[in-house]
């Protein structure tokens, strides 16, 4: 920005943002759908799969997709009208609990709701209105979706990893965030550092260390930020992991055995990059040398 611009961001970015929150708010509740759902449709998809190439009666042959059917009740059946799905209010207003057959609902969807507002306020703050901030909200939306999937499933969905990775190259043929040989470059060297760190660790203990989609994910934030950006990335989202694996067995809310999903780290260190790139690598090079 120019000095005379400078004058005037504080309160038009103020407003742009709130905006921006206001959005956050209501994707955020569409968020918790697509959270919901889409690993339901791809076990409905593998199901049916399964049961036609064994020529087996098809096990789910109703609609189901982020549309329809409506939202409802999992324990009443009762549908949500309008007035019960304003994002966060009407979770306050009705007390956590379903209108009809009071039982509770999980604080897990107003707290979507509000992170996306949030997030989104502060990237619109951080980047502008333009086109890099437009973009990084749909890059932060994908990023939230597959935090919540893979904490509830531990699956990283192509039909989300892949149209962000393809996203970030295309949005870099102007050279939005990166030239675009730096975005190719980061997209294969983003799959190849996680392959390759898979393989060795499965032949060196026998066991899976981390799901393919861990890879698609990685190579899908080195399209958007380039190759420069991934030791940032693997680094901030290596440390976070290990502090909160160690401290979930400390705590014994988890077995040695059992497996931490390392999408969200990725996702979350993916997003810092994007907004304190910069900062974390002049950073890295001060501790590093």
């Known amino acids: ?27 955020g509740s569409f968020l918790n759908v697509v959270i919901h759902r889409l690993p339901k449709m791809m076990q409905r998809e593998s199901d049916n799969y399964v049961a036609s190439e064994s020529g087996q009666p098809l096990p789910h042959t109703e609609r189901y997709n982020l549309m329809l059917p409506r939202s409802a009740c999992p324990q009443c059946g009762h549908q949500i009208t309008a007035l019960e799905n304003i994002p966060v209010l009407s979770y306050l207003f009705l007390r956590g609990r379903c209108s009809q057959c009071k039982t509770p609902i999980s604080a897990r969807y107003p707290l979507i709701e509000l992170l996306t507002g949030l ?49 970030g190259l295309l949005l870099n043929l102007n050279q939005l965030f990166v030239p675009l040989h730096e975005a190719v470059i980061g997209a294969a060297a983003g799959y190849l550092a996680l392959w390759a760190i898979y393989w060795l660790f499965k032949l060196a203990t026998g066991k899976e260390g981390m799901g ?70 002049a950073l890295m090079r001060q501790l590093f040398g």
């Not at 920005?1 to 994707?27: C, D, K, N, R, Y």
Request: one cysteine or more.
């Open 212 to 281: 393919y989609g861990d890879f698609k994910l990685l190579a899908a934030l080195g399209a958007w930020m380039g190759w420069t950006m991934l030791p940032v990335i693997i680094l901030l989202s290596s440390l976070v992991g290990a502090v909160v694996g160690i401290c979930l067995i400390v705590f014994r809310r988890h077995g040695r055995n059992q497996p931490i999903p390392f999408g969200p780290y990725l996702a979350a260190a993916g997003l810092l990059a994007m907004m304190h790139g910069h900062e974390l690598s």
């Open 119 to 167: 997030l989104s306020a502060g990237v619109i703050w951080r980047l502008g209105s333009g086109w890099t901030g437009l973009s990084c909200l749909v890059f932060l939306y994908a990023l939230i979706a597959l935090t919540f999937i893979d904490l509830d499933t531990q699956l990283l969905p192509d039909d989300i990893t892949l149209p962000l990775l393809w996203l």
């Open 1 to 27: 920005m120019t000095e005379s611009s400078l004058l005037f961001a504080p309160a038009g970015m103020l407003s742009i943002s709130l905006v921006a929150g206001l959005f956050g708010l209501l994707f």
